[in-house]
Nanobody, 122 residues
Framework: QVQLVESGGGLVQAGGSLRLSCAASGLTFSRNTMAWFRQAPGKEREFVAAISRLGRTTDYADSVKGRFTISRDNAKNTMYLQMNSLTAEDTAVYYC???????????????WGQGTQVTVSS
């Protein structure tokens, strides 16, 4: 049974930083493309960032480029999202996602975590 468990969310002031983690089990982590998505209140879930199996390739939504950094530690079966210079527009539930498919512009996850809330106060 695949489990993706997010942690690290919370309340932070605008301009602050948070680091999210996603611990994976029940899958071969190093063979999975991993990604972060988020969903703000009243909005559709949107792509945030993705990282290839060995971490050599990353991709970001334009809205987070230069502020967020995605990374992974295959030895720990864990993915991270370092979020800096946070704004109120970053307030959302952040979801970890995974798929055995190689990353491409049409990539979509097969597995989802339950999400962790990030709230940025202005």
């Amino acid at each position: 049974q695949v489990q993706l468990v997010e942690s690290g969310g919370g309340l932070v002031q605008a301009g602050g930083s948070l680091r999210l983690s996603c611990a994976a089990s029940g899958l071969t982590f190093s063979r999975n493309t991993m990604a972060w998505f988020r969903q703000a209140p009243g909005k559709e879930r949107e792509f945030v960032a993705a990282i290839s199996r060995l971490g050599r390739t990353t991709d970001y939504a334009d809205s987070v480029k230069g502020r967020f950094t995605i990374s992974r530690d295959n030895a720990k079966n864990t993915m991270y999202l370092q979020m800096n210079s946070l704004t109120a527009e970053d307030t959302a539930v952040y979801y970890c996602a995974a798929s055995y498919k190689y990353y491409s512009s049409t990539w979509s996850p097969d597995y989802w975590g339950q999400g962790t809330q990030v709230t940025v106060s202005s």
